[in-house]
C-alpha cells in the first residue's frame, strides 16, 4: 500500500532534504519503489539528483497552482526505482496565492489521489522551511510527518510550532496524520547533544526513531556529486544509518497497518 511521508521543519538546516534523499534510495535498497517530490523554491533536493531547476518544464509548483497532474512532471533520476518531481523558484509565489482558494490545503492530497497508476511504495515529500501554505498540503496529504531535529536548543524549540500545526492539520484536513522525530547531525562526543536526546527521547517517547543520523562529511559530499550517500560512499557510516531507518519505517508501516486491518 503506498505511503505518503512529508519531511518538515520549520527549522533549517536540520538535514530535511539530506534526509529525503538518502532514506529514498535506502528504501530502494530494500526493494521499494519511491517518488521524491521536491516543495521548496531552493530545489536543493533537485539539484542533490543533478538536476537543474530551470530546465524542467513542469514542476511541482505546477501541481499546486495549476492543478497538473501528479505524473505530468515526474523525472527519472539515476537511481532504478527512485522518480523525482523537481521545483523551482515558481513554487515560491504558492505561498502567496494557495491561501484565497478554496480548500487550497489538500491540492496535493487531490494530486495524489487522482493520479491513475502509482506504481510506488512511498512518496517522500520534502517541505520549505516554513510552516505555510506549502507545508500544511504536504501535511494534508501524508500518512506521516518525519521531523528531522538536531540535538540543539533551537532546533528542539522549534518541534513546539510543529506539534501545534500536526493539531490543526488533524483536526481539519487529516485526522490520521501521525508523526515521529528523527534526530540528525547527532555527535555523540557532545554532552549537550547526548542530553537533549536523551530529553526528547523522555518527551515524545515512541514518537522520536530509534535510529539516529550522526554527523558524517560524506552525506555533504554526495549531495554535491548528484547522488544518494548509498550510491556515493556505499561503505560510509550515513549510508548504514540511513538503511537502519528504511528498515525501522517499514516495520513501523506493516505494524500500522496490521493495527488498522485488526
Given at each position: ?13 536540520v538535514a530535511k532534504t539530506t534526509t529525503t534523499i538518502s532514506l529514498g534510495a535506502a528504501l530502494v535498497d530494500m526493494g521499494r519503489r519511491v517518488l521524491l517530490i521536491d516543495l521548496d523554491a531552493q530545489a536543493n533536493l533537485t539539484l542533490a539528483l543533478g538536476f537543474e531547476p530551470g530546465e524542467s518544464e513542469n514542476t511541482s509548483g505546477n501541481i499546486l497552482l495549476d492543478n497538473a497532474q501528479l505524473l505530468s512532471a515526474r523525472r527519472k533520476t539515476d537511481v532504478e526505482n527512485l522518480d523525482l518531481i ?177
Amino acid at each position: 500500500m503506498l505511503k505518503t511521508i512529508a519531511i518538515s521543519n520549520e527549522k533549517g538546516g536540520v538535514a530535511k532534504t539530506t534526509t529525503t534523499i538518502s532514506l529514498g534510495a535506502a528504501l530502494v535498497d530494500m526493494g521499494r519503489r519511491v517518488l521524491l517530490i521536491d516543495l521548496d523554491a531552493q530545489a536543493n533536493l533537485t539539484l542533490a539528483l543533478g538536476f537543474e531547476p530551470g530546465e524542467s518544464e513542469n514542476t511541482s509548483g505546477n501541481i499546486l497552482l495549476d492543478n497538473a497532474q501528479l505524473l505530468s512532471a515526474r523525472r527519472k533520476t539515476d537511481v532504478e526505482n527512485l522518480d523525482l518531481i523537481p521545483s523551482n523558484l515558481r513554487i515560491e509565489i504558492s505561498e502567496q496565492f494557495l491561501p484565497v482558494r478554496t480548500n487550497y490545503a489538500t491540492i496535493l492530497k487531490r494530486a495524489i489521489t487522482a493520479a491513475p497508476n502509482l506504481q510506488y511504495d512511498y512518496i517522500l515529500l520534502d517541505c520549505p522551511p516554513s510552516l505555510g501554505a506549502i507545508t500544511q498540503n504536504a501535511l494534508a496529504a501524508a500518512d506521516l510527518l518525519l521531523i528531522p531535529t538536531q540535538a540543539e536548543y533551537f532546533s528542539a524549540y522549534a518541534l513546539r510550532n510543529m506539534m501545534n500545526l500536526v493539531r490543526r492539520i488533524r483536526e481539519e484536513d487529516n485526522p490520521n496524520l501521525a508523526y515521529r522525530i528523527l534526530v540528525t547531525m547527532l555527535d555523540n562526543r557532545n554532552r549537550t547533544h547526548r542530553n537533549i536526546h536523551d530529553q526528547l527521547r523522555s518527551t515524545f517517547g515512541e514518537g522520536v526513531f530509534n535510529a539516529v543520523i550522526e554527523i558524517d562529511t560524506k552525506l555533504r559530499e554526495s549531495s554535491i556529486a548528484g547522488l544518494p550517500i548509498s550510491r556515493y560512499k556505499p561503505g560510509a557510516r550515513g549510508t548504514t544509518q540511513y538503511h537502519i531507518l528504511a528498515q525501522e519505517l517499514i516495520e513501523y508501516v506493516k505494524e500500522t497497518e496490521n493495527r488498522q486491518a485488526a
